[in-house]
């Protein structure tokens, strides 16, 4: 039976032979009526079920902080053929939340270098605040 699985047809050679079976006989000498199918219809077993197949999820959309992630989803049958027989209630998700961390603040600082560049700049900027409200 072809094909493997699911519903086929199985193939034969069918001849016109003499009565004892030892001669093929052209076609022509064979009454029609009675010449037996070339093919008859047969199911070895069912087939598998199609099924979810996904792709590799792609990098998060956002460099710092929260993002997204996407990847494709498809129904392929047994054969790897798209299908549209899955069942959509076990399709896995095609997006996802990501979140890749952001580089160091100020506070972050674990030697303390940023914290003092950030203190001298604020200083600065109030020393000139100051300077222009006394002065001007």
């Not at 032979?17 to 064979?30: I, M």
């Not at 099924?51 to 460099?63: F, I, K, M, P, Y």
Request: hydrophobic share 25%; net charge positive; with cysteine.
């Amino acid at each position: 039976c072809s094909p493997s699985c699911g519903p086929g047809y199985r193939h034969r050679v069918v001849l016109c032979k003499s009565g004892d079976g030892e001669n093929t006989l052209p076609p022509s000498q064979c009454p029609a009526k009675d010449k037996p199918a070339s093919s008859v219809r047969c199911t070895l077993q069912r087939c598998p079920p199609p099924r979810w197949v996904t792709g590799d999820w792609s990098e998060c959309s956002a460099q710092c902080g929260h993002g997204q992630q996407r990847r494709s989803v498809q129904c392929v049958s047994h054969r790897g053929q798209p299908s549209v027989e899955c069942i959509e209630t076990l399709r896995p998700p095609a997006m996802q939340q990501c979140e890749n961390k952001c580089e160091a603040g100020p506070s972050d600082s674990p030697d303390g270098k940023n914290i003092e560049n950030c203190l001298k700049q604020t200083s600065d900027f109030l020393f000139v605040i100051l300077f222009f409200f006394f002065f001007f």
